[in-house]
């Protein structure tokens, strides 16, 4: 039986053309390259979580640096998850609808979805960090989808059961991610001061207010043109230099009665921006199944496209 099925599948691949063929080889080929990349990238996050030591915030130099503690909201205007309504630090939500409320074939729309950007804290015993989520690859701590007949819910379960999975009805579908306060935390990213001590020196400051100052050449005749001709002569230009000057000075005196802000962002070079509330070694062994999958991925689909190959032209 295996015989005739391997006998089938050989003649299959000689009968089609040869412009099917080549468009499935690219497929194939295709396919396998996707799953190398997956499968490397996959393993060089594994990799760059197991060797990178964990730094405390007390002590954390500025770099890219990875980080272990809690989540924390900031004071202020609180954060609720749009679907369940629940507060958070961090969310993400999609509304998708069917045509069949049973739910069976007819694909899903999306009709909305969203990120939150809002900033919180990672804190750990030693001090705390802002944490700036944009661009994040975030793992949440609650992941709930489910099923309902309105665009808007009623009411959110507080986990995806095995009942709703089973027994769901309605032609809405609502899925949503969230990280809330005190969960735990763990990240790699940007490690960086705001504010302190580390600003633009008076000379930077001074050229900075100039640039912002010719821009409004109005503003600069009012104050300046000590003559009334409209213009700013030479004298004239130096009393504005004195008092960008005077200014800049001012401004860095102010920035520094402030302590500095901590923040953790994405790099600016695009290196890999993680948040996760699953433990430090759950995300390198997720990643590390990952690279598995993709390597036997890019293997499967490599040898079945030498054998395809093969087969047709010996």
């Not at 409320?101 to 030693?126: H, K, N």
């Not at 100052?213 to 230009?237: C, S």
Request: one cysteine or more; aromatic letters at 12%.
């Amino acid at each position: 039986m295996t015989g005739s099925y391997f006998y089938n599948f050989v003649s299959f691949v000689q009968s089609l053309t040869p412009l099917v063929f080549w468009m499935l080889g690219i497929v194939i080929g295709t396919a396998s390259v996707a799953c190398c990349y997956f499968g490397v990238n996959a393993l060089y996050r594994s990799r760059l979580m197991a060797d990178m030591p964990t730094s405390k915030l007390r002590s954390a130099a500025q770099g890219y640096i990875e980080v272990q503690g809690w989540a924390q909201m900031m004071p202020g205007e609180p954060i609720y998850a749009p679907l369940s309504g629940m507060p958070c630090v961090w969310y993400s939500y999609k509304v998708e609808e069917t045509g069949d409320s049973s739910g069976g074939g007819r694909g899903w729309t999306t009709l909305e979805s969203g990120v939150s950007d809002a900033i919180f804290y990672l804190v750990d015993q030693t001090g705390k960090c802002v944490i700036d989520p944009d661009g994040a690859e975030v793992t949440p701590s609650v992941k709930v989808r489910w099923r309902g007949n309105t665009r808007r819910p009623m009411i959110a379960p507080k986990k995806t059961s095995v009942w709703s999975m089973l027994f769901h009805a309605g032609s809405f579908r609502f899925t949503e991610c969230r990280i809330h306060e005190y969960d735990p935390l763990y990240a790699i990213g940007q490690f960086t001061g705001v504010g302190g001590s580390e600003q633009a020196s008076i000379k930077e400051a001074t050229g900075d207010l100039l640039s912002l100052w010719k821009r409004d050449r109005g503003g600069l005749l009012q104050r300046f043109d000590a003559n009334r001709d409209g213009q700013i002569d030479l004298d004239e230009w130096e009393n504005v230099r004195l008092a960008a000057e005077k200014q800049a000075i001012s401004n860095l005196y102010e920035s520094q009665q402030h302590p500095e802000i901590n923040l953790l962002k994405k790099p600016a070079d695009g290196r890999t921006f993680i948040l996760s509330s699953s433990s430090q070694d759950h995300v390198i062994a997720v990643n590390r199944r990952k690279a598995v999958l993709g390597i036997v991925g890019f293997l499967g689909f490599g040898l079945a496209l030498a054998w395809s190959v093969k087969q047709r032209f010996g």
